[in-house]
C-alpha cells in the first residue's frame, strides 16, 4: 500500500514539474515574440510566476516534513514578490508614452 502511494506522489511530482517547464517554455516564447516590452515583461512574469508554483507544488509533493513544504511555499511567495516588482520597475522604466502631447505620464 505505502509503495503504491509513492508511485503515485512520484506521477503527480512528475506531471507538476513538466507543466511547470511547459509554463517557462512558453513564457520565453512570449519574450521572443511579442513586441513591446510592456508585453514581453507581462508574458514572461505570469508565466513564470504559474511556472514556479506548479514545480513548488510539484516539490512539496515529494516533501519530507512541513517545515520542507513551508520553506518551498515561502521561496515562491520572495519570487512572485520579486518578479511583480521587477516587472513594474521595468514598465515603469519604459519610454513608450499614450499621451497625446508627448509626454511621459
Known amino acids: 500500500m505505502t509503495s503504491s502511494l509513492g508511485v503515485v506522489a512520484d506521477i503527480v511530482t512528475v506531471v507538476l514539474v ?4 511547459v509554463f517557462f517554455s512558453v ?3 512570449g519574450l521572443l ?6 508585453s514581453r515583461v507581462h508574458a514572461l512574469t505570469k508565466a513564470d510566476n504559474v511556472g514556479l508554483g506548479l514545480i513548488v507544488l510539484g516539490l512539496i509533493v515529494q516533501a519530507s516534513s512541513m517545515a520542507v513544504a513551508g520553506k518551498l511555499v515561502l521561496v515562491w511567495l520572495l519570487a512572485l ?3 511583480s516588482t521587477s516587472a513594474v520597475l521595468l514598465a515603469s522604466g519604459d519610454g513608450d508614452s499614450d ?3 508627448g ?3
Open 18 to 21: 513538466t507543466l511547470g517547464l
Open 27 to 29: 513564457g520565453t516564447v
Open 33 to 38: 515574440r511579442f513586441p513591446d516590452l510592456r
Open 81 to 83: 514578490i520579486a518578479a
Open 99 to 101: 499621451a497625446s502631447d
Open 103 to 105: 509626454t511621459n505620464g
